[in-house]
């Protein structure tokens, strides 16, 4: 599974699993408490990886203060792909740029600064279409490459679903003969080498050389579409996406597509990755339902370690504590700077250590840790 900034364990199926304990766990009740506030809601019930870049940058990674990695608001401003905050997104094709949460209500402040400061307003960042354009590039093609190297598809089987995810018979057989030209390529250093690996590795072959020409195209697509739409861009009024663009890049539009409903209709929905998912949503169900014993106890100071939701508390991660108490010391001026309730800020902070922490996890870290406190 490839990880990204931002995801937490298990990508979106971590995200889901994250959202249900709000939702159907023991964080329901948790999470009505900030019914006064729908950013703050939002924030902790619509977890989404990419409102946590963000934060990510700006407020978990702790170095020797609390600017984060100090990155310019240039750099910080390309990596926001989408520019709602999280209660007032809309899942629409019309305006692709807000059909995500952005960002969250604690790091506000620092995006009115980027915007300021790069007079961007409320639009996207040019450089962010760019940088969702190399995401999709990668993530389209490698999990059908990684679906022929584990055996999930042939090569066959992945050029049978890839081509019947196009409606248009002109550009099925356009699309054909770009696959055969894969084919050609592959055969032809076959049939020149002294090495003559299994069946299956020339499958690998393929699918390598498919994602690899593919990245190609379609970051030829993204380079077309940019400068075809370069005015519409810099004036914040292209809503898009680069490589869904039919107008300048259509080949790459059609390889992103077909590629991801093959992945959807025939990768995802496989026994493994349906065990995978079950099994992610086990484990973040019950760390967070442990974790959350210490962190709602914490109220000034920490709980005593020799209690139970001290023993929660210890599990933390000491740099998230750190900052968690920091931020809490300051919840006074905050609440008043920003015109909240310092209560319901608390409370906020208190959910927002629980889903930093756990959605900060890779899925090896979050496996280990479960299976440590299950009798290993």
Known sequence: MHGSL??????????????????????????????KNAQMQADIAVHEGNARTIRLLCSLQVLADRYGLNITVATLGASMKYVAP???????????????????????????????????????????????????CVYALCDLEDAVRKGILSWPELKKVLLEQ?????????????????????????????????????????????????????INGAAKSFVGRYTEIMAGDFKGELVTDKMHAPEAERLISCSKKASQNHVYPVRPNIELELKGRRVIHDLMDLLWIGIEQ??????????????????LSENYRALFESEWRRSVETASKRNVDVCLLRHYLRLLLLTDYV??????????????????
């Not at 600064?113 to 040019?126: D, L, Q, S, V």
């Not at 959605?359 to 440590?372: K, N, V």
């Open 6 to 35: 931002g995801n937490p364990p298990f990508g979106h199926f971590g995200e889901d699993a994250i959202r249900e304990w709000f939702v159907d766990g023991k964080g329901k009740a948790a999470i009505a408490l900030l019914g």
């Open 166 to 218: 196009v409606e248009d018979p002109a550009g099925r057989t356009e699309f054909e003969g770009w696959l055969e030209k894969i084919v050609t390529f592959i055969d032809k250093r076959y049939n020149n080498s002294d090495i003559k690996p299994g069946l299956r590795a020339k499958d690998e072959a393929y699918a390598i050389w498919f994602r690899t020409i593919g990245q190609g195209l379609i």
């Open 359 to 376: 959605g900060g996890m890779t899925d090896t870290f979050a496996c280990t840790l479960h299976r440590s406190l299950n009798n290993g």
């Open 298 to 315: 914490f109220d000034g100071k920490p709980p005593k370690s020799k209690n139970t939701p001290g023993k929660a508390w210890n599990i």
């Open 86 to 136: 999280s209660h007032d997104f809309v899942k629409s094709e019309v305006d692709h740029t807000r059909s995500k949460p952005g960002y969250c209500w604690w790091e506000q402040p620092i995006v009115e600064g980027i915007r300021e400061k790069t007079g961007i307003g409320n639009f996207r960042h040019p450089i962010a279409f760019i940088v969702e354009a190399a995401d999709d």
